[in-house]
């Protein structure tokens, strides 16, 4: 792991890459989370994070699905949706707001039939959502709502 001041330089100077998952139900619900931390703090989003210096992708997907979701990538069969870029004009430093963050975004969608116990160190409040109910609210950051306008999904 970089330390803190390391790691403001990539956030400044470089993309970050990240994987979302877009976790469907059999109701075809999508499951968001309240951001807590920046960027995107207070929204509902899809669930992920970056990838590591050194992780392999496949990793990677592993242990954000584990960290974000709960649940373990072996009983999944992701479907890989495409590449997607996000800008943000913050970062994660709460101090510092002239920094802004850009995310290489690598989104895949799982079909879950049952979770329990969601992790809240990134989110704070679940919901699933209809189609309807993220384009028209208010609430689900643009770039959920990205994800469906660009006809990704069905």
């Not at 802004?100 to 809240?120: F, M, R, W």
Request: glycine letters at 4%; proline letters at 3%.
């Amino acid at each position: 792991m970089l330390d803190l001041n390391t790691f403001k330089m990539v956030v400044e100077n470089t993309p970050l890459i990240s994987i979302d998952f877009i976790v469907k139900n059999s109701d075809n619900k999508i499951l968001l989370g309240k951001r807590l931390n920046k960027p995107a703090c207070d929204f509902l989003f899809t669930l992920g994070g970056r990838v590591y210096k050194d992780e392999k992708l496949e990793n990677a997907k592993k242990r954000i699905l584990k960290d974000e979701v709960g649940l373990d990538l072996e009983k999944y069969n992701p479907k890989f949706l495409g590449v997607f870029e996000h800008f943000y004009n913050d970062s994660f430093m709460d101090d510092d707001d002239d920094i802004t963050t850009h995310y290489v975004n690598l989104a895949y969608e799982i079909n879950v039939s049952h979770i329990q116990d969601l992790p809240k160190k990134q989110h704070n409040e679940y919901l699933w959502l209809s189609l309807d109910e993220i384009m028209n609210s208010l609430t689900v950051h643009k770039y959920v709502k990205d994800y469906f306008k660009l006809g990704v999904q069905k």
